[in-house]
């Protein structure tokens, strides 16, 4: 065989061997298309700056506050988990398996987005605050709700008022919406002379018990419960309603990136599982009471459906939030100040 003949086969074999890996391609693309849907809110694929089509990840991993035996959140987030309704909703959008992880407190799920085992998350307007603050890559998306209550909880026998504090030592999650509101109460009053240590809700429960500490904060159903049981309710935010907490839901940009119209569809999904909890109100109480290992009538004290926001953001939560930013920078609690408008993605 001349060389000449040579040349020409391989260069045939190499036009055929690259035909083929063409097709093998196309096949397997139209293969993946078929398992997984890629659809916007406006029912047409979702395009970068460049042009370029792009598809959402198949699975979604999702942040919340709080343990329990069921394994979901409460609000409008948890009853829509817990009914299917998000799952289902967002399949439409190629998203098809949703991972949830519940975390003990804000800090400790932030840290989770910051390394990127979280695509989004649910948690408190401080630990959102203090992590973008440090320079996370987040985007803020949804405030569910503006009327979070803290409350300071004596040990029985204890302090009985603000003044009572005096050289006593209180816990509080340090680094969350407790931390605001204790900072927040301490300097109104314009009390320094206490010792703060940090404790998870758990364990402060167990430490009040026993007399080691003398007040802690808490909220919700578990401050009503240490009141019935006889410990001491020395304030709560309702007194100050500039110190009452607000939710932020937060989405990493990095995710944005592969699935920019996520705030949208986000917010109506989560839209549609509230208007479907509020059709079925004791349902929902009843869901919350397991979530709690309360009651009905007591989640419907604590946790009224009407605190829910059927909107991503209001005057009045966008108020309080810069607030919250302004005192946690003010009292050096935050790294640094940030624009709160370029955060917040509407």
């Given at each position: 065989?001349?060389?000449t003949?040579?040349?020409k086969?391989?260069?045939?074999?190499r036009?055929?061997g690259g035909?083929l890996?063409?097709i093998?391609?196309?096949?397997?693309?139209?293969?993946?298309?078929?398992?997984?849907?890629?659809?916007?809110?406006?029912?047409s694929?979702?395009t970068?700056?460049?042009?370029?089509k792009?598809?959402?990840?198949?699975?979604?991993?999702?942040?919340?506050?709080?343990?329990?035996?069921?394994?979901?959140?409460?609000?409008?987030?948890?009853?829509?988990?817990y009914k299917?309704i998000?799952?289902?909703?967002?399949?439409?959008?190629g998203?098809t398996?949703?991972k949830?992880?519940?975390?003990?407190?804000g800090?400790?799920l932030?840290?989770?987005l910051?390394?990127?085992r979280?695509?989004?998350?649910?948690?408190?307007?401080?630990?959102?605050?203090l992590?973008?603050?440090?320079?996370?890559?987040t985007?803020?998306i949804?405030q569910?709700?503006?009327?979070?209550i803290g409350?300071?909880?004596?040990?029985?026998?204890?302090?009985?008022?603000l003044a009572?504090?005096?050289?006593k030592t209180?816990?509080t999650?340090?680094?969350?919406?407790h931390?605001r509101?204790?900072?927040?109460?301490?300097k109104?009053?314009n009390i320094?002379?206490?010792?703060?240590?940090?404790?998870?809700?758990?364990?402060a429960?167990a430490?009040?018990?026993?007399?080691?500490?003398?007040?802690?904060?808490?909220?919700?159903?578990?401050?009503?419960?240490?009141i019935d049981?006889?410990?001491t309710?020395?304030?709560?935010?309702?007194?100050?309603?500039n110190l009452?907490?607000?939710?932020?839901?937060?989405?990493?940009?990095?995710y944005l990136?592969?699935?920019?119209d996520?705030p949208?569809?986000?917010?109506?999904?989560?839209?549609k599982?509230?208007?479907?909890?509020?059709?079925?109100p004791?349902?929902?109480?009843?869901?919350?009471?397991?979530l709690?290992?309360?009651?009905?009538?007591l989640?419907q004290?604590?946790?009224?459906?009407?605190?829910?926001k059927d909107?991503?953001?209001?005057?009045?939560?966008?108020?309080?939030?810069?607030?919250?930013?302004?005192?946690?920078?003010?009292e050096?609690?935050?790294?640094?100040?940030?624009?709160?408008?370029?955060?917040?993605?509407?």
């Amino acid at each position: 065989m001349n060389q000449t003949t040579r040349t020409k086969r391989i260069q045939k074999a190499r036009l055929t061997g690259g035909l083929l890996a063409i097709i093998l391609l196309m096949l397997f693309t139209q293969a993946c298309g078929n398992g997984s849907k890629t659809v916007s809110t406006s029912a047409s694929p979702s395009t970068t700056a460049a042009g370029a089509k792009t598809q959402a990840p198949a699975t979604l991993n999702y942040g919340y506050i709080g343990t329990s035996k069921l394994n979901f959140p409460g609000g409008a987030e948890g009853w829509g988990f817990y009914k299917g309704i998000i799952q289902e909703e967002l399949k439409k959008y190629g998203i098809t398996d949703v991972k949830l992880t519940a975390f003990p407190n804000g800090p400790d799920l932030s840290e989770s987005l910051i390394s990127g085992r979280l695509d989004f998350g649910s948690l408190g307007d401080t630990p959102a605050i203090l992590a973008k603050s440090t320079g996370a890559k987040t985007r803020f998306i949804t405030q569910s709700a503006t009327d979070s209550i803290g409350y300071l909880i004596g040990k029985k026998n204890g302090p009985k008022t603000l003044a009572d504090l005096k050289g006593k030592t209180i816990t509080t999650q340090k680094g969350s919406f407790h931390h605001r509101y204790l900072a927040g109460l301490l300097k109104e009053n314009n009390i320094t002379d206490v010792k703060i240590v940090h404790m998870l809700r758990v364990d402060a429960e167990a430490a009040l018990s026993r007399g080691e500490v003398d007040a802690m904060t808490n909220t919700g159903v578990f401050a009503l419960k240490q009141i019935d049981q006889g410990f001491t309710l020395i304030d709560d935010a309702t007194k100050h309603p500039n110190l009452l907490g607000t939710s932020a839901t937060v989405v990493t940009e990095d995710y944005l990136s592969k699935n920019p119209d996520f705030p949208k569809v986000w917010n109506e999904i989560r839209l549609k599982a509230l208007n479907d909890l509020k059709e079925k109100p004791d349902d929902y109480y009843k869901f919350l009471a397991e979530l709690n290992n309360s009651t009905p009538e007591l989640m419907q004290k604590v946790s009224p459906i009407s605190g829910i926001k059927d909107v991503p953001f209001t005057d009045e939560g966008i108020k309080l939030i810069e607030g919250t930013k302004k005192f946690l920078v003010d009292e050096k609690l935050a790294e640094k100040d940030f624009d709160l408008n370029k955060w917040i993605l509407k």
